[in-house]
């Protein structure tokens, strides 16, 4: 697994993760037109990384191919203190270790690059291979926040994982 930028190219595994009924279960966004998700890769391949107030997205890629598997958006809050994190991977890419591999690499980058003091992130507490991979970072769990998503009632957790080496997974 390697992260790097999203490109125009990657249009076509984007759609393919992103289209796919079950990967968007847990996320907030939801799947768009070629022409709408073009324009967000193309977008994406060129903002500068890590601005305040902003959410850069980076491509997880295979090691050997070059090919998308997934990405991670990265929020880091207006004041530069804070990012939020989350992250999408192909299903067929699942399970092996390339979400870790990712979100690690992802916190090392923020870490190296930004003032940030923490990372947040929020799953839907159904969301287990999340709430796990979490864990297996470091991260503690802050809240438990009763919500709707979707038009459904759920149950939201908040991690947070302060600046400092993060623990393997």
Do not use: K
Request: charged share 20%; with cysteine.
């Amino acid at each position: 697994m390697t992260l790097r930028r999203l490109r125009p190219d990657d249009l076509a595994a984007f759609q393919a993760y992103r289209q796919d009924p079950e990967v968007p279960r847990w996320q907030g966004w939801q799947p768009q037109p070629d022409a709408q998700a073009l324009a967000f890769l193309t977008e994406m391949a060129a903002a500068p990384l890590f601005v305040p107030g902003t959410w850069s997205q980076l491509g997880i890629a295979d090691a050997v191919t070059g090919g998308l598997v997934g990405d991670v958006g990265i929020h880091i809050s207006e004041d530069g203190q804070a990012a939020e994190f989350g992250f999408s991977l192909a299903r067929a890419a699942q399970g092996r270790g390339l979400a870790s591999a990712a979100v690690r690499e992802a916190i090392t980058l923020v870490f190296a690059q930004t003032p940030v003091q923490c990372i947040h992130a929020q799953t839907d507490s159904r969301n287990l291979a999340c709430i796990r991979l979490l864990e297996r970072l470091g991260a503690s769990q802050l809240a438990e926040i009763a919500t709707e998503f979707r038009g459904e009632p759920c149950v939201e957790f908040r991690y947070e994982l302060a600046r400092r080496p993060i623990a393997g997974a």
